[in-house]
């Protein structure tokens, strides 16, 4: 079913961004402004010893933990995480003082002359056979979970087959196109701050704390937002922090940009993971249990690496119907820039686990592993990983023999064979995967409790108010088109805009594909209450709270019941040819087709589909990050690659749609889902090419060649 | 070592009394306040820069003031006022081809710049003609059809 809200419109804000009128962060100019740039730790841990200023001309300021009036703790699930360092140094880029002043070639020259002394302190670098110290707790983690569904001996008794693989993956940049930035200014004793961000109540909540503040007096506004996709999730607060601290020393407006390099050093980025699986199998290809072993690099401070760590734990048995599970997952504290929020949030590393895994068991066993996936998938009324009920249809099997036929993939698979033989080096891959949609477990119903309000002037404009920020997904035109074809107005009576927290309800943060799902069901329901008690020329307000669908459960004690209320299911394929000689890959192809309920506008879908599968073939290609003795061997946009328009096929995508009923207009989540399957076809199109298996991501051509040479496993 | 320079920006002159190698970029930026022209690496990688140098496409973060002396320079905001942008506009409009925008107008200026040389480019060029411009949003499909179909609705113009 397709509705016609389906039916695409010009992107509100398009206009605007082409002709470079749009405001980001950094075309702010406020009266007096000063420019703040960040002195950097330089080991990855040490005592700090000794700070040595040099003399400041007038007008310039140091920042650091003297000047915090509040707690010098960004405000997050666990706080521990400074604004500015204090005793010791935990990563290389952690903050340690900010130098103030008018001129940035002045405060570059400032910073050059400071110099801090240090006393080493043995780092832990690597998530196995720590020796070091902890740096968090007794046990160096961050998050310490483990989660059983069904008896896992009943499996292991009925087990034929028993299959165990070891899979990697590597750290994966935002790179946003626009580096991160905030701009401070203290004006009659309130501090606002404006900012590149995705949640302007996680800053204003950080800003209040580190400040001591009463919640009135700090307000947040998002300015344009140049691409965000998690990187701009938890690191804006400890940026906002920071300059308020500044802004109120200087008694001037202070704005802190951060350069590229800068950001590609400090700030946060995709979780490594390392995931151990072993499947019990019987003898008709069943899968009677998995067990799951899930650890990921969490960084030195805790950011949000327990909920990370928990979508990655959830997904782990990927779309497979498992009645017996022991899945446990650690995050562990390394002193590394912290582990954050990107695309897909754990499910990325999850999900290339268990697809492999299954791959690799079918071929060890000696069947089909198509076929063994297929025998073994999910469907309605079956439970989740957290023995929650799968409610809605599940549309994987049409997916799959939709995607095989666009792509052609048994024919290529065939024929890629006899090409084989004369050294022709193709492959072709396919991906199964879902994502879980909104907030993991009680996020919604207990700690965000989404509000939205939406007010109607006398001229009967309609204002929509709500947090959740444009950051290049097209929040501004989805909203306005729900609000408008509930209300029945055209779409440019709507206003929507950016966030203002003074003027908005607290409606949650924009990230875990749950804007258009969760605050865009919100946005419906209130205009079709503002619509009821319409009056023309009359103002008026309505509001809206979330509230937790009737017959759905969860336990977070023992992380029991439905997980998400809705779920989004994909189906990828990616046909691949490697040059013989350097075993550098060609993309010829991507077919793919989601379930993503009702799409609120087909050509915004389309970008979130491009847009996402080109991030997760960049992650399973190119996009290398290595953490050397604490420091990134990439770190600048050089050394750091990701995909050019040169890299990149055509992508053939086509929707199936089982709405959710809770959805507006039968929506689901759309945006972190499009990355989580083209990473894990890419490889699998590699390893058919190749006739190898593949088990670390990104898959490197040097990785390749040296299989090739030696002729041993990957 | 300041020296004095003196270039055209978007059909205005401008003279400028200053560091021969400080940036154009920020000659643009924060002297003549043109800041549709953004900064998204500092190192001539992701093209969030581009402007035209008499014609010619430039990273404005790598270039110098003291190399545009007596030259022409074109910024997105000189641009949009021409018939060419407003077909390119409603083309990346049509294409979705817009999404976080920081990348658009320098990509803009790569799309017109190409044109200028090759009014008719096939899709292999118009990969390669953008392909120094970094958009971590769109997936870049979107913009090369955006292009081509401009270069089609555009004939004659270029």
């Not at chain 1, 699986?277 to 690496?305: N, Q, T, V």
């Not at chain 1, 604490?630 to 749609?657: H, N, V, W």
């Not at chain 1, 076809?681 to 990785?703: F, G, K, M, Q, W």
């Not at chain 2, 300041?2 to 940036?23: E, L, Q």
């Amino acid at each position: 079913m397709r509705d016609s809200i389906s039916k695409p419109i010009t992107r509100v804000d398009a206009a605007d961004k082409l002709s470079g009128a749009a405001c980001y962060i950094g075309d702010m100019r406020l009266e007096d402004m000063l420019y703040a740039k960040t002195l950097r730790a330089a080991e990855p841990r040490a005592k700090l010893i000794s700070i040595e200023y040099p003399e400041l001309p007038e007008g310039y300021f140091v920042v650091d933990k003297r000047d915090v009036p509040g707690e010098n703790r960004v405000k997050m699930l666990i706080d521990d995480q400074p604004f500015f360092a204090e005793e010791v140094v935990n990563y290389i880029g952690e903050p340690i003082a900010l130098i103030v002043g008018k001129d940035k070639e002045v405060i570059n020259k400032l910073l050059e002359d400071i110099k801090v002394e240090y006393e080493r302190l043995q780092p832990i670098l690597c998530i196995d056979n720590i020796t070091a110290p902890p740096i968090y707790g007794e046990n160096d983690s961050f998050a310490d979970y483990s989660l059983n569904k069904g008896d896992l001996q009943k499996a292991r008794a009925g087990a034929a087959y028993v299959y165990e693989g070891i899979y990697e993956t590597g750290y994966q940049e935002q790179f946003y196109m626009e580096p991160q930035g905030v701009i401070a200014e203290f004006k009659e004793g309130k501090v606002s701050i404006y900012g590149s961000i995705q949640c302007p109540y996680y800053v204003k909540n950080a800003v209040v704390s580190c400040l001591g503040s009463a919640p009135e007096d700090v307000r947040i506004v998002q300015a344009a937002t140049g691409g965000a996709f998690g990187g701009k999730e938890d690191y804006p607060s400890l940026l906002a922090g920071q300059a308020a601290c500044a802004a109120i020393k200087a008694g001037k407006p202070v704005c802190l940009l951060l350069d590229r390099n800068e950001d590609l050093e400090a700030t946060t980025k995709r979780h490594p993971a390392k995931i151990t699986l072993k499947s019990y199998i019987d003898e008709s290809c069943r899968i009677l249990g998995l067990e799951a072993d899930i650890a990921l690099d969490a960084g030195a401070y805790a950011g949000i690496s327990g909920v990370v760590l928990q979508r990655a734990m959830f997904a782990a048995a990927g779309v497979y119907n498992i009645e017996n599970l022991s899945i446990r997952g650690k995050a562990i504290a390394t002193n590394k820039a912290v582990s954050g929020a990107f695309r897909g949030f754990g499910s990325p590393q999850a999900f290339f686990a268990i697809e492999m895994h299954m791959e690799h068991a079918a071929k060890a066993i000696g069947i089909d592993p198509l076929q063994y996936k297929l025998s073994n998938l999910v469907k309605q009324g079956d439970r989740s990983t957290t023995n929650g009920i799968l409610r809605d249809k599940i549309l994987l099997p049409e997916m799959v023999d939709r995607v095989l036929e666009m792509s052609g993939f048994t024919e290529k698979r065939k024929s890629f064979k006899t090409e084989r033989a004369v050294g022709a080096l193709k492959g072709i891959g396919l991906s199964m995967f879902f994502h879980g949609c909104g907030f993991t477990g009680n996020g919604e119903q207990d700690h965000i409790k989404a509000k939205v309000r939406l007010t109607k002037d006398i001229h009967d404009r309609v204002e929509i108010l709500i947090a959740n920020v444009e950051m290049g997904q097209g929040v501004q035109t989805t909203m306005r088109k729900i609000a408008a074809a509930a209300m029945e107005l055209p779409i440019d009576s709507i206003i929507f805009a950016n966030p203002d927290t003074d003027r908005v309800p607290d409606s949650g943060p924009t990230v875990a594909s749950r804007t258009t799902v969760i605050v865009g069901k919100l946005v419906y329901d209130a205009a079709l209450k503002l619509k009821e008690k319409w009056q023309a020329g009359a103002a008026s307000e309505v509001e809206e709270q979330y509230k937790y669908p009737q017959g759905f459960e969860w336990d977070n004690d023992s992380f029991s019941g439905d997980a998400y209320t809705n779920y989004s299911w994909g189906v990828n394929a990616v046909e691949v040819e490697l040059d013989p000689i350097t075993y550098e890959s060609t993309i010829k192809g991507v077919w793919t087709v989601f379930d993503i309920g009702n799409p609120i506008d087909d050509r915004l879908v389309r970008g979130q589909i491009d847009g996402g599968i080109v991030q997760g073939l960049g992650y399973a290609s190119m996009e290398v990050m290595e953490n050397l003795q604490g420091r990134f061997r990439q770190r600048t946009s050089t050394d750091y690659i990701i995909p050019t328009a040169m890299d990149i096929p055509e992508i053939k995508s086509e929707l199936m749609c089982e709405p959710f009923k809770y959805g507006p207009y039968g929506a689901k989540g759309l945006g972190e889902l499009t990355l989580v399957g083209a990473p894990i076809a890419y490889a699998l199109a590699v390893e058919n090419a190749l006739s190898i298996n593949i088990d670390t991501l990104p898959v490197r051509p040097e990785h390749l060649m040296e299989v090739a040479a030696d002729g041993n496993g990957y | 070592m300041a020296m004095d320079i003196s270039f055209v920006v978007n059909g205005k002159r401008v003279n400028i009394y200053g560091n021969p190698t400080a940036r154009l970029l920020d000659a643009l930026r924060d002297y003549c306040g043109l800041t549709g022209v953004k900064e998204g690496c500092g190192e001539g990688e992701c093209g969030a820069c581009s402007v035209l140098v008499d014609g010619k496409l430039v990273n404005s973060c790598i270039y110098p003031i003291a190399k545009v002396e007596g030259k022409e320079v074109l910024t997105i905001e000189g641009f949009r006022g021409t018939e060419k942008y407003e077909v390119l506009k409603e083309s990346f409009e049509a294409a979705g081809a817009v999404q976080c925008g920081f990348c658009s107008p320098g990509m803009l200026m790569a799309a017109e710049s190409l044109l200028r040389e090759n009014p008719k480019p096939d899709e292999v060029q118009v990969r390669e003609a953008i392909s120094g411009n970094l958009c971590r949003c769109t997936g870049y499909n979107t913009i090369v059809e955006a292009v081509l179909d401009a270069s089609i609705r555009g004939e004659g113009l270029w």
